[in-house]
């Protein structure tokens, strides 16, 4: 018989039982973080070991590890093994300075793939699904991530890479494809390239399952793809510092994302006060990680804004569950005063049928304090006399002004002329004089 869960005991597991795993677990991670340097240092400096751990709680004793420690200790001053022990390394995409590395053992990277496996299991994937990864490889960990985490589900599993939309079409029909994973936004631009062939993705296609995730966006999006391929999208949260996706995932309810809390310990922080927020309410996420062997993190402010969604899911796993990430704390613009994040705007466009996926908020200080809202109109609707476009666009300016507290010019553009990015979508292009 076919169950409902990878590994059904540790999924539903009762909670008092999961917390003393947890807390068995986070005495071991800490112990092992102070084989490397950097946290022999830090935790050592301020009296603070595994000893300091009684409960659960006492991770609160600990100062939190950022970004910016990551790469200041690039590349080994994390490892809490040898190099020997090792097996792999994977690091973000580091724009500015040195990025963040992290490193893997065997155990490691076993432990992700099953983290992965049951993550997609959760949504429904089984063996029998053919799987179309189309995200990045390399250094990415959305490439190997889901590789390996697939075929450990036993799925065909397509290493397709992000890109060549009509080579991803040409494998999707030769092979079958029931399940793809992908960043949301670049589904639209497959989807644009499936009408240019003539082709309609709820028909021409086998996709029953599509896992979106590595990028904010909006249930709206979420819907939206899901009528375009008429199939049902995951949320897959994940990042480099905690090992990639697998991290949290949607389960088959689609109602916010289980966090795999024999592996991870979450918290919710309040951003200014770094007190924690009682479940329910927003604030940024922070992490630690109580599987990883080579290379533990302690108490990682991640910059995501989330909350914990209270309640048991219908699912029957008893891990927490989180909501849809809001952004990240340093996502947020200020505009005349008012704090704004890109998925507020995306919110108002995607519900607009005529207004395709790809957008872009532009900030300029040029007049003052300005800010454009480029979008997309769908291919079918742009011609320089669509009668509406005026009419359409102080609509979009309304409705935005109401949400964001602040009315953006409003340019309506040609399908395809925004930029494209090939990996994570950038939504906002900050053009302003300091
Ligand atoms: P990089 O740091 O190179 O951009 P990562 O892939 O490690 O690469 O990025 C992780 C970040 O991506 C997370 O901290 C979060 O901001 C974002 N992210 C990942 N998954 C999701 C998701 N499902 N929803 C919203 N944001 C996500
Ligand atoms: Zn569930």
Partial sequence: MDSRYWQEELETMPRP???????????????????SKFYKEFFGSKGLSEKSIDGLDDIQKFPFTTKDDLRDNWPFGLMATSVD?????????????????????????????????RSMWSSGARPNDVFQNMSGYGL???????????????????????GNSKRQIYLMQSFGTTAAHSVPSYLGRLYAVFQEMGLDPRKDTKLKRLFIGAEPHSEETRQRIQ???????????????????????ECECQAGMHIWEDCYLIEIIDPDTLQRVPDGEWGEMVLTTLDRQAMPVIRYRTHDLTRIIPGDCACGRTHKRFD????????????????????????????FPEIGTDYLIELTNEQG????????????????????????????????RDTILVTPKIQLVPHGTLPKSEGKAKRVLDLRKQ
Wanted: charge should be neutral; proline fraction near 4%.
């Fill in 140 to 162: 990415f960990t959305g490439g190997l991530g889901f590789q390996y985490g697939a075929e450990k589900l036993g799925m065909l599993t397509i290493p397709a890479a992000a």
């Fill in 17 to 35: 039982q999961l917390e003393a795993l947890q807390m068995e677990k986070l005495k071991t991670a800490v112990a092992r973080s102070m084989n």
């Fill in 324 to 351: 849809r990430i809001k952004g990240r704390t340093d996502d947020m613009f200020i505009v005349k005063g008012c704090n704004i994040f890109p998925i507020q705007i995306e919110r108002v466009l995607m519900n």
């Fill in 85 to 117: 022990e090792c097996v792999r390394m994977h690091c973000t995409s580091g724009t500015t300075g040195n990025p963040a590395a992290v490193l893997y053992n065997r155990h490691d990277l076993d432990s992700w793939a099953n983290l992965m496996a």
């Fill in 227 to 249: 009528e375009m391929f008429g199939a049902k999208a995951y949320n897959s949260f994940g990042m480099t510092e905690m090992n990639g996706p697998g991290v949290a995932f």
């Fill in 369 to 400: 304090d300005d800010m454009t809202v480029k979008a997309e109109l769908k291919p079918e609707l742009f011609t320089d006399n669509y009668p509406e476009l005026e009419s359409l666009k102080r609509k979009i300016a309304s409705i935005l």
